[in-house]
């Protein structure tokens, strides 16, 4: 019976897998009620789904898709899903939320972002990264701003020569 089971947990983790865009693997300790519900809480808000793990199971289920997770696979595990880079996000959460309690035995082991997998300090950094939209404006300004000061000198240009024939129609010259 236990194998069965086993094997229905993996084929629901390696079909969660394969549809979501990012994740986020955390090490999940002795954490109380009222703790879990917070963190569950904090992650449901960011829109991701988390669930404790089995870690052997989660680690062939990453396996089978070409990612090696198993540094991040050690002890109790949670992972946080989420549809494209919603992982940055839950990333963000959790680091707030471990700010917020510092006796609160969560850290983050690993995740994926993008198909990139990330363990260790790497995985910290998660958090840090900037998600699709910052990026976004940040690169239409990189690519505005000197189009808008052309835009700007040229525009410049023009109205000064205005002025200047204006001058000299108001003074009948």
């Known amino acids: ?23 986020v693997v955390l090490d999940v300790g002795a954490v109380r009620p009222d703790q ?29 898709l070409g990612l ?14 989420a549809e494209k880079e919603g992982a940055i996000a839950a990333a963000k959460a959790v680091r707030d939320l471990v700010k917020k309690n510092k006796d609160l035995p969560v850290a983050i082991k690993g995740g994926v972002v993008e198909g990139q997998t990330f363990t260790g300090e790497a995985a910290k950094a998660i958090a840090e990264l900037p998600d699709r939209d910052t990026i976004n404006t940040k690169l239409v300004s990189a690519i505005s701003g000197p189009a808008r000061s052309m835009a700007s000198v040229l525009n410049a240009v023009a109205g000064g020569l205005a002025r200047c024939i204006q001058a000299k129609v108001d003074k009948g010259e």
């Open 1 to 23: 019976m236990p194998s069965l089971v086993n094997q229905i947990l993996l084929s629901e983790l390696q079909q969660e897998f394969e549809n979501m865009g990012s994740c």
């Open 36 to 64: 879990d519900i917070e963190l569950r809480g904090k992650l449901r808000e960011v829109g991701v789904r988390y669930r404790v793990v089995r870690s052997r199971l989660a680690k062939r289920a990453f396996a089978d």
């Open 68 to 81: 090696d997770l198993s540094e991040a696979m050690v002890g109790r595990t949670g992972i946080a899903v």
